[in-house]
């Protein structure tokens, strides 16, 4: 009789989004995306929560990704530039392609608080062909969130966007 009254909750899934609006070059560039690397402690399928500057983190059991992370944000990134560069040919890192360069991303922060701000922080270099470091770069975001998952994940990708951005114009100014 009382295995009625209670329910769980239902999960609520979420993928993150291209934002990009805006051709930055119609150069005919060949770029691969490394592998991005984000830290262990958001790398699950519920969505981390995390006070900038606070040691508390708030895994929600009932919000979470719709696919792996790290894939997810390489293909957020991948789907922005190709956005920011129309005729570039962008693709995930292959080994024995050709190609003009190569970025590497590593997510130093992706965290953020309902009603407050979500942050990125990420270390990113643009290298040639040859694995040579062409540029580096550390970049910091923050976005403001609302009271959803809904609106903490439309920060995050817009925060990607703006990562992607960056990307887009120095590799077009190269």
Same mark, same amino acid.
């Given at each position: 009789m009382l295995s009625g009254c209670f329910s769980t909750?239902?999960?609520?899934?979420?993928?993150?989004?291209?934002?990009?609006?805006k051709v930055?070059?119609?150069?005919k560039l060949q770029l691969q995306i490394f592998d991005v690397l984000v830290p262990e402690y958001i790398d699950k399928p519920q969505i981390v929560l995390q006070k900038?500057?606070?040691?508390?983190?708030?895994?929600?059991?009932?919000?979470?990704?719709?696919?792996d992370l790290n894939t997810m944000i390489k293909s957020t990134i991948i789907n922005d530039l190709s956005?920011? *560069?129309?005729?570039? %040919? @962008?693709?995930?890192?292959?080994?024995?392609?050709?190609t003009?360069?190569?970025?590497k991303i590593q997510i130093e922060q992706l965290s953020g608080w309902l009603k407050?701000?979500?942050v990125l922080k990420a270390n990113w270099q643009i290298l040639n062909a040859k694995g040579k470091v062409l540029y580096t770069k550390t970049s910091m975001f923050e976005e403001k969130t609302g009271t959803s998952y809904a609106t903490y994940v439309t920060a995050?990708?817009?925060?990607?966007?703006?990562?992607?951005? *960056?990307?887009?114009? %120095? @590799?077009?100014?190269?």
């Amino acid at each position: 009789m009382l295995s009625g009254c209670f329910s769980t909750p239902n999960s609520n899934f979420y993928m993150l989004q291209t934002t990009a609006d805006k051709v930055v070059s119609n150069q005919k560039l060949q770029l691969q995306i490394f592998d991005v690397l984000v830290p262990e402690y958001i790398d699950k399928p519920q969505i981390v929560l995390q006070k900038n500057n606070s040691p508390e983190l708030k895994i929600s059991e009932f919000n979470r990704w719709g696919t792996d992370l790290n894939t997810m944000i390489k293909s957020t990134i991948i789907n922005d530039l190709s956005v920011y *560069l129309p005729n570039a %040919k @962008i693709l995930p890192l292959a080994y024995g392609t050709n190609t003009q360069y190569v970025v590497k991303i590593q997510i130093e922060q992706l965290s953020g608080w309902l009603k407050d701000k979500a942050v990125l922080k990420a270390n990113w270099q643009i290298l040639n062909a040859k694995g040579k470091v062409l540029y580096t770069k550390t970049s910091m975001f923050e976005e403001k969130t609302g009271t959803s998952y809904a609106t903490y994940v439309t920060a995050q990708s817009k925060m990607l966007s703006d990562l992607a951005f *960056l990307i887009a114009d %120095k @590799i077009s100014s190269m």
